[in-house]
């Protein structure tokens, strides 16, 4: 019931275009859902966040939908570009200890 | 946004000496932060809760008398590997949550330490 499962494992989609990463999870006490961007030998940085009272969020090309009945939420990357060649996690907050997806792997191709 | 800075960035270190890593929260005090640990192409596995006054709390599976946690300050804990072995080489990453405008705390992590035992 802890687990958040994030989906797709890897993803490559070209410059422009819109970069979708789901995530679902089964614990209706988490309240409060991160989306971290990690590069490689770095630690996970903020992107953006949402609280379950919410269904969307924007900042900048960055978006999260949030779907409260269905236990689902995602974020899209619009105007893809290659800086945002990454891994992305999602993650779920449950007394302030955060649940993490298991990441996905994205490459933005020029 | 906040900062919280990890020392050192890497350290390599032979089987069964002890490693310290640093863990401080620049602009912020933290009464908590939260140790991680990752290994390649995998996600953040949570390894402990470190609280400023008290002991830490260790999640399932992670040895306490191995990874000795110490919050000595609000803006300082460290992490030591004591008898370090090659396995537990990986990147450990620290984080705290940051209490911003309605209490949506977020967590800011460090860029890690990289830890090669040799």
């Known amino acids: 019931q802890q687990q958040v499962k994030q989906s797709p494992q890897s993803l490559i989609v070209q410059k422009g275009g819109i970069s979708i990463i789901n995530c679902a999870y089964e614990n209706t006490a988490f309240d409060y859902f991160p989306w971290y961007q990690q590069f490689p030998g770095k630690g996970p940085a903020l992107l953006i966040a949402?609280?379950?009272d919410v269904s969307e969020k924007k900042e900048g090309r960055f978006t999260i939908s949030f779907n409260k009945s269905a236990k689902q939420f995602s974020l899209h990357i619009m105007d893809s570009q290659p800086g945002d060649s990454a891994t992305y996690f999602c993650?779920?907050?449950?007394?302030?200890?955060?649940?993490w997806g298991a990441g996905t792997k994205l490459i933005i191709k020029p | 946004g906040a900062v919280v800075s990890q020392h050192p960035s890497w350290v390599i270190c032979k089987s069964g000496t002890s490693v310290k890593i640093e863990c401080r929260s620049l602009d912020f005090q933290a009464t908590t932060m939260f140790w991680y640990r990752q290994f390649p192409k995998q996600s953040l596995m949570l390894m402990a809760t470190s609280n400023e006054g008290s002991k830490a709390t260790y999640e399932q599976g992670v040895e306490k008398d191995k990874f000795l946690i110490n919050h000595a300050s609000l803006t300082l804990s460290t992490l030591t590997v004591t008898s370090a072995h090659p396995e537990d080489s990986s990147f450990y990453i620290c984080?705290?949550?940051?209490?911003?405008?309605?209490?949506?705390?977020?967590?800011?992590f460090g860029p890690g330490t990289r830890l090669t035992v040799t």
């Open positions: 984080s705290a949550p940051y209490p911003t405008s309605g209490a949506a705390h977020e967590q800011y």
């Open positions: 993650a779920a907050r449950s007394n302030y200890q955060l649940i």
């Open positions: 949402i609280r379950p």
